[in-house]
């Protein structure tokens, strides 16, 4: 188990479905203490979306 790592990179119980989704997809490369949930596998094997980015709004 990288203690360091889940030392800084806490998750907690509420946390929302994408940060879930980042922390697990991360934690599968660096720590291999427990597998990835059942229920997050099919949303780690797609790539992580890029946010688009908006344009400011234009002065009128």
Do not use: F
Not at 33 to 49: F, G, I, K, Y
């Amino acid at each position: 188990m990288n203690r360091e790592w889940h030392a800084e990179h806490a998750l907690g119980s509420k946390a929302p479905l994408d940060a879930r989704v980042a922390w697990h997809r991360e934690h599968a490369q660096v720590c291999a203490c427990r597998p990835v949930p059942a229920s997050l596998r099919p949303l780690l094997s797609t790539p992580t979306p890029t946010p688009t980015p908006v344009a400011p709004p234009t002065p009128a």
